[in-house]
């Protein structure tokens, strides 16, 4: 079935109150849209766990840097629409900025771990997405909330969040779902151009045989953060924004892999940012 869309606040409360008299537990995904198959899978996780799934479309302003993509971000909400059918999504929620900012002196920031990886070089970005999904919890009240393990620090981010504010909602982190070339998917990768494209696979193959090694038995970050930037830089037309091996919880940077690491990335591909990780156990 077509699922609900609300524009509305008062609409999606109106729907989950609905749902919740009819004893369904209430799942949410938030994204931004232009969804491929990692979106769906996280609809797809949801669904297996809660029977009235709201997905988020909501390309948040506050999230963007002045000089990031938001303008020309993809706003395909028809397409969105159709596809959320295939995965038995029940409403779409897809505000206006009004609707979801009118006035408001309030924000939401979590300290520390946003200190390395992508919140240094995106000043903001992760308060202006901790004070949105805070919101669209909010607004929903879902039982469990689904997140894609690709942005890896948004994901720890978020649930520190509502463990410290007490925000009563299961966060399930579901895995990083990538095209058949292992190219991590992303509504950004309609940016690349058929040559960066073909290139944007070595993104994740450095990733992998970074965790090869240390599988191998290489414990030295700093060797193993040298060898990541040395093969990301072979990449032609690729600048390396960071290529950092941090503690998985943390994600503070380490020096002996004596623990669970994540081995994180940004990197340009001409002017489109791509993010991947992999864990290290
Ligand atoms: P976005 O629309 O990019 O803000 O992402 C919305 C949600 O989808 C976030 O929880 C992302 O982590 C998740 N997500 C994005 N890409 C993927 C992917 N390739 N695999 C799994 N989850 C993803």
Redesign the pocket.
């Known amino acids: 079935m077509k699922p609900i869309i609300a524009r509305t606040i008062a609409e999606v409360r109106a729907a989950v109150r609905a749902a919740r008299a009819d004893e369904q537990r209430i799942g949410c ?6 969804l ?1 198959d ?2 769906l ?2 609809v797809r996780v949801a669904k297996r766990n809660t029977e009235f799934v709201v997905t988020t479309i909501f390309v948040n302003p506050t999230q963007f840097g002045p000089n990031e993509d938001f303008a020309r971000y993809p706003r395909t909400l028809d397409a969105d629409v159709t596809r959320l059918e295939e995965v038995d999504c029940d409403l779409v929620f897809a505000p206006a900025v009004d609707e979801m900012y009118p006035e408001s002196l309030t924000t939401v920031e979590v300290a520390k771990l946003g200190d390395q990886l992508c919140g240094p070089r995106r000043p903001g970005h992760f308060r202006g997405v901790c004070t949105v999904v805070l919101k669209l919890l909010n607004i929903v009240q879902p039982d469990v909330a ?6 890896a620090q ?2 720890r981010i978020i649930v520190r969040m509502v463990r410290d504010l007490n925000v009563p909602v299961e966060i399930v982190v ?5 095209e058949a070339d292992g190219l ?4 950004r990768n309609r940016y690349l151009s058929p040559e960066e494209r073909a290139e944007a696979p070595r993104i994740h193959a450095a990733l992998r045989a970074i965790r090869n090694r240390a599988i191998a038995g290489e414990t030295d970050a700093a060797r193993l953060e040298s060898a990541l930037n040395h093969e990301l830089a072979a990449i032609p037309g690729a600048r390396i924004d960071y290529a950092s091996i941090v503690d998985d919880s943390t994600l503070k940077p380490i020096a002996i892999l004596d623990r669970p690491a994540l081995a994180a990335v940004a990197v340009f591909l001409g002017s489109t940012r791509l993010i991947d990780n992999i864990t290290i156990p």
Request: charged letters at 15%.
């Open positions: 995904v938030p994204t931004m849209g232009a491929h990692g979106h899978e996280l689904v997140f894609g393990a690709k942005d948004q994901a579901a895995p990083t779902v990538r991590a998917m992303s509504s």
